[in-house]
């Protein structure tokens, strides 16, 4: 079965042909990064114009690097939340248009579930050779706006373990990077400086600042604290290069030390076969290693799957892919957009 995918939840523009869920014929992500570091950030209505402008083209180049035809599509997913509304109107209404014109079905796609499904997409050149996640599993997704932990025993099955009570890991990295003054985006260039420090002195232990709700009894996150910390460590302060480099390794450490600490407590109450790590920030380097570190060979006997980073940030493979995996076309009049869509509900 080959899917179309269409992502435009926040300032990409994504097209993806998948095939059974799996295997990625084509992935295709136009951004518009270079206008946001002109405003320091994302202006929605900026996004969603230009969003407008390339979408027909991302869709073109999708079919054209598979080597597809419209005929040989079986039906269309689309992300309908959360994000933005001007952006997933964009996506959203092409993607209504394409199926009725083509006379395909529609899927409507939670995209944060789309994050979680990417870990189900081909890794390698080898598909035979790689180990399917396997239920029941925990996941754990950690994005810009999102910091959420479920419990699924299958797809489109979970409960909902843990969340962020204020802000996500991602917006966290966001806004510290602003406070040391680092470029848009600010997670990107946060993790370089702490990469650069981490080069210098690798086995520097690392506990300036503290760990939020890490020995509490809950599931739940909070990295407002953190962002506060930080804040009264540096204010009326000029920081040398070699400060933020610091500043910017102990905040990494400190963001993972807690999603880290929280997840091996919930892999060790319900002993799932598969942790899953998703999201946009589920690219840092630091935090995948922190997680491989315990659970490549861990007594648990819990398999650990991230997906590889061009599939961790904003893309349509994964929601193509969540499209097989959660099939249920709805009526065109039906996919509506749900900017405020939580992790487990229905799109």
Known sequence: MKILGIETSCDETAAAIVEDGRVVLSNIVASSQELHIKTGGIIPEHAARAQLE?????V???FKASGCNQEEIDAIAVTTGPGLIGSLLVGIETAKTLAYLWNKPIVPVNHLIGHITACFLKQDSDIAAQKVPEFPAIALVVSGGHTDMILM??????????GTRDDASGEAFDKIARLLSLPYPG???LSKRADNYLLRYPDKKLNLFPRPMIGSGNYD??????K????NNIKNRRLSDFEIDEYSAEVQAAIADVLVTKTIRAVEKYKPKSLLLAGGVSANRFLRDSFSEYFNGSPTGTSFYVPVVSYCTDNASYIAAAGFYNYKPRMLDQVQVKPEMSILEKP
């Open 228 to 231: 506060t910390s930080v804040f």
């Open 54 to 58: 390339s979408m027909l083209h991302v």
């Open 221 to 226: 996150f909070s990295f407002s604290g953190l």
């Open 187 to 189: 997670g990107p260039s």
């Open 153 to 162: 025993t299958d797809h489109g099955k979970a409960k909902w373990l843990g």
């Open 60 to 62: 073109e180049e999708a």
